[in-house]
């Protein structure tokens, strides 16, 4: 069975080398669209081709909403981390929690990169603090 099938252009003529199981090419020469009827012989490669191009298709769907959903749960996580280090002001102090919310608002990936890991450590040694203040007799 040959590997390409000749054929001419219907606008221009000019000569088209169609591969096995293509069903539509652009003309090089008139940059048209051409569409082909299948062969007999070729209808189990076009079904093949179409069905690797439709899971490539759903696969690109896939990584492209997973990476949605991946980029809006680190977005909720920074305006978390952004709240509590808002929240923290009245404990820590106005540069303290200034450089925490800078830290919440960090947009890399990766841990440390939303600032709740920074947020809550400083948190625990505030709430540590103010307990031993409390405490004291």
Known sequence: MPEARSVKCPNCSAPLS????????????????????PGSEELE???AREELKHRERLSLEQQRLRQQLEAAE???????????AVAALPVLGRSAGRALFDVALR???????????????????AGSALAALLLQP
């Open 107 to 125: 947009r890399r990936p990766g841990c440390l990169g939303c600032g709740c890991v920074v947020v809550l450590v400083l948190l625990a040694g």
């Open 45 to 47: 490669v076009v079904r």
């Open 18 to 37: 169609v591969p096995l199981g293509e069903v539509e090419m652009d003309c090089a020469f008139c940059a048209s669209r051409v569409r082909f009827i």
């Open 74 to 84: 680190a977005e909720r996580w920074r305006q978390t981390a952004a709240r509590v």
